[in-house]
């Protein structure tokens, strides 16, 4: 059976597969009741279902974004509650979809240079006007058979330190933290087993973090409560969800992690802050 809450999910709006109506189409089927799209650099996912909110008031959504935080504390931020309307925010998150569009026509150069003839246009189309990234590229890799699935693409091409990996040139961490707070947003620490230690947390708790993704997919029962008491130890608010992207992806099961309502209440509290 499904979870009830979802607060980590892609669309088309940045590198997940479903649009966002599908996405919501989807939540409504399985019955979720909290939901949060959190598109790379972008909210156009949350906008897109603006109809289909007010159509199911049964399911509450909150406003999220994912952003990279680069430099030397490399780590990717959930925004919670961010404004949408915040036109200082808006600027911000259009110069760093323009700066993905710079960066993988810098990796397709490098994959061109490899002998793998890469169209920079095809990669485009298939973001669909949405905020563009490696796994585009890595599908492109897919459709030319060059690899099987994103994953490969990722670990023989664009992974960091890849042949084709080129820096995204965003905000450090401490500038991320700060863009999300700005717009009112909760700053959260994505993923955290990806590269997450208790120093690395602390510096990042320094920096004005204010909460820990503890439910993910890839974490054990036994990380995830190593992650709880660390939230915990740094009063952290805790979150939790899929990382959908949707069919096609490693990423393809909706509300796959058992996320506890507690969580939700928490996030909101700190919110009316």
């Given at each position: 059976?499904p979870?009830l809450?979802?607060?980590h999910?892609?669309t ?5 597969t ?6 919501f ?7 979720i009741r909290v939901?949060?799209?959190t598109?790379?650099d972008?909210?156009e996912?949350l906008q ?6 007010a ?15 680069e430099?030397?504390i490399?780590c ?7 404004d949408?309307k ?6 911000k998150?259009?110069?760093l979809r323009?700066r993905?569009?710079?960066?993988v026509?810098?990796?397709v150069?490098?994959i061109n ?5 890469v ?16 796994p585009?590229?890595?599908?492109v890799?897919?459709e030319?058979?060059?690899?099987k699935?994103?994953?490969e ?5 664009l992974k960091k ?7 995204a ?7 991320t ?11 959260v620490l994505a ?10 947390l ?13 439910y ?5 029962r ?8 660390l939230?915990g ?8 969800g899929?990382?959908?992207h ?7 099961e909706?509300?796959?992690?058992d996320?506890?309502e ?6 909101v509290r700190?919110?009316q802050?």
């Amino acid at each position: 059976m499904p979870s009830l809450i979802d607060l980590h999910t892609h669309t088309t709006a940045s590198d997940g597969t479903l649009s966002p109506e599908r996405l919501f189409a989807l939540a409504v089927e399985l019955k979720i009741r909290v939901l949060s799209i959190t598109d790379h650099d972008s909210l156009e996912g949350l906008q897109a279902t603006r109809a289909l909110q007010a159509a199911h008031p049964e399911i509450r959504v909150i406003p999220g974004i994912e952003m990279s935080a680069e430099g030397e504390i490399y780590c990717h931020l959930l925004g919670y509650f961010v404004d949408a309307k915040n036109p200082l925010f808006q600027a911000k998150l259009s110069g760093l979809r323009r700066r993905r569009l710079d960066r993988v026509a810098e990796m397709v150069k490098k994959i061109n240079a490899m002998g793998v003839e890469v169209d920079y246009n095809r990669v485009i189309a298939l973001a669909s006007g949405g905020s563009v990234g490696r796994p585009h590229l890595a599908d492109v890799l897919m459709e030319m058979g060059v690899v099987k699935n994103r994953q490969e693409a990722f670990d023989r091409f664009l992974k960091k330190d890849g042949p084709a990996y080129v820096p995204a040139g965003g905000p450090t961490a401490g500038e991320t933290i700060a863009l999300i707070r700005a717009a009112g947003g909760i700053p959260v620490l994505a993923h955290p087993s990806y590269y997450t230690n208790p120093e690395f947390l602390k510096r990042l708790v320094d920096l004005g973090l204010m909460g820990l993704e503890v439910y993910y997919p890839d974490h054990s029962r036994s990380l995830t409560q190593r992650y709880l008491e660390l939230a915990g130890t740094y009063n952290l608010i805790v979150t939790g969800g899929s990382d959908f992207h949707g069919p096609k992806t490693q990423r393809d099961e909706l509300a796959c992690v058992d996320v506890p309502e507690s969580v939700v209440d928490a996030l909101v509290r700190a919110a009316q802050v």
